[in-house]
């Protein structure tokens, strides 16, 4: 599996960023896709994670009530709708693909990023 995200760019605080993640290959359905993100100086970390088959959904606290994960399996696309964004939201995001089985992340995508100014 090979993901290419997108969707990163400028924005001001309080506006809104679609990332779209797309998948290459017919077993994009197979895996949990979650969303990551790292700012300089910082570990990566989970924001949000969705199951095979989009009946959960997990969020970090610092994203929560702002951030919709979603998935078109149809489309093999992952999406991460990014709302009331903060300065300190800036980051490389990263799409990665979750063998379910063991619940590590096992493909990723190359990161797009994020820049919110205040």
């Known amino acids: 599996v090979q993901l290419q995200a997108s969707g990163g760019g400028l924005v001001q605080a309080g506006g809104s960023l679609r990332l779209s993640c797309v998948a290459s290959g017919r077993t994009f359905g197979l895996y949990g896709m979650g969303w990551f993100r790292q700012a300089p100086g910082n570990e990566r970390e989970l924001v949000a994670r969705?199951?095979?088959?989009?009946?959960?959904?997990f969020y970090s606290d610092s994203v929560k009530d702002r951030f919709t994960i979603s998935r078109d399996n149809a489309k093999n696309t992952a999406y991460l709708q990014m709302n009331s964004l903060k300065p300190e939201d800036t980051a490389v995001y990263f799409c990665a693909a979750q063998d379910v089985s063991t619940g590590k992340y096992v493909y990723w995508g190359q990161g797009t990023l994020v820049t919110v100014s205040s």
């Open positions: 969705i199951s095979r088959y989009d009946s959960s959904t």
